[in-house]
């Protein structure tokens, strides 16, 4: 099955300066990668995602970059704010069915 | 607006009770699933449905049950089978067909007393 790595598992950023937040996956089948965040005591929530066939997205503050040869992708966080600090997950999904694998989560602490 | 909820958002359990989570959603999405988080953890998988009047086991169903008689919920039973099911549980909704991210709920939290 999918094996999602996550690095690193906390990270502690200035604000104003940028966080990038790495995962690797295992099943090169694997063609949709959401990025969700998840602040304290609430559900995930979807934040960007990516699909193969694509190398990169940004939207706003946050991009994300896709490597299918090399099976890693990244979320870059530009300019960082303290209400960017949460909990961050990558996942990747196979093409054949909806079951998602997650990372392990990173911790993100935007310090002001 | 759409979206997914789930009560109660706090639940107290007794020893050897069976309590129930409820997940509804109103996106009309096919299928759903229910995740348990623990502290400082990463989400795990309990059960999963596609369509309705079907499901399949995820990563730690032992000690779960659940149905899914109508599309719009998707209710999860923690059984008394269930030796330590203090955490946090979390609903999500996704489309199929062409995958999609989750829209997850705000969330459960399970305490044994």
């Known amino acids: 099955g999918e094996n999602v790595e996550q690095h690193p598992s906390t990270l502690s950023v200035q604000e104003g300066d940028s966080a990038v937040i790495k995962c690797t996956y295992s099943?090169?089948?694997?063609?949709?990668f959401p990025w969700y965040k998840q602040e304290l005591g609430k559900g995930p929530q979807l934040i960007i995602d990516?699909?193969?066939?694509?190398g990169e997205k940004k939207d706003q503050r946050i991009a994300v970059t896709l490597n299918k040869t090399a099976k890693h992708f990244s979320l870059h966080i530009t300019e960082t704010q303290p209400e960017d600090s949460a909990v961050y997950f990558c996942a990747a999904t196979p093409p054949t069915y909806q079951k998602v694998t997650f990372g392990t989560g990173t911790k993100l602490q935007v310090i002001p | 607006d759409g979206g997914i909820t789930q009560s109660p958002k706090y639940l107290f359990r007794k020893e050897g009770q069976n309590v129930t989570l409820s997940c509804e959603q109103n996106?009309?999405?096919?299928?759903m699933y229910w995740y348990r988080q623990d502290p400082g953890q990463g989400l795990r998988l309990i059960y999963y449905?596609?369509?309705?009047?079907?499901?399949q086991k995820g990563d730690i169903a032992e000690g779960y049950s659940v149905s899914r008689e109508k599309k719009e919920s998707f209710p999860l039973t923690v059984t008394s089978a269930q030796k330590n099911p203090t955490a946090f549980y979390l609903c999500?909704?996704?489309?199929?067909?062409?995958?999609?991210?989750?829209?997850f709920g705000s969330g459960t939290r399970l305490t044994v007393v």
């Open positions: 990516i699909r193969s066939n694509v």
């Open positions: 999500a909704s996704s489309p199929t067909g062409r995958a999609s991210g989750y829209t």
């Open positions: 449905s596609q369509i309705v009047n079907d499901f």
């Open positions: 099943d090169s089948a694997s063609n949709y």
């Open positions: 996106l009309n999405h096919d299928a």
